[in-house]
């Protein structure tokens, strides 16, 4: 059975940067799409950004664009979001989630597996 175990979340002032990662076991990694999602108190899970197997290519929300980059190192099992210049409303708990299939996709209902989640708070 595939498991993803998020960590690097934090507390962090706006301005400041943190980098998630997430460890990927079982499964096939390497041939894996990989997402993160974000979920805030009250509000739905939103997409943030993904990747392909190949990591060739990437999405990423308008909202995070230039800010967050996602990427994944296939020998370590495990995918990245660094994340720049935080905003109070980066606030939320985010999510990594492998698909079935090695495209990437913006839709949280493509993935098959997903973390526990990792809280990041930006305070102002």
């Known amino acids: 059975q595939v498991q993803l175990a998020e960590s690097g979340g934090g507390l962090v002032q706006a301005g400041g940067s943190l980098r998630l990662s997430c460890a990927a076991s079982g499964g096939t990694f390497s041939s894996s799409g990989m997402g993160w999602f974000r979920q805030a108190p009250g509000k739905e899970r939103e997409f943030v950004a993904a990747i392909s197997g190949s990591s060739i290519i990437t999405s990423y929300a308008d909202s995070v664009k230039g800010r967050f980059t996602i990427s994944r190192d296939n020998a370590k099992n495990t995918v990245y979001l660094q994340m720049n210049t935080l905003k109070p409303e980066d606030t939320a708990v985010y999510y990594c989630?492998?698909?079935?299939?090695?495209?990437?996709?913006?839709?949280?209902?493509?993935?098959?597996?997903w973390g526990q989640g990792t809280q990041v708070t930006v305070s102002s």
């Open positions: 989630a492998a698909r079935y299939y090695s495209g990437s996709s913006i839709r949280d209902i493509e993935y098959a597996y």
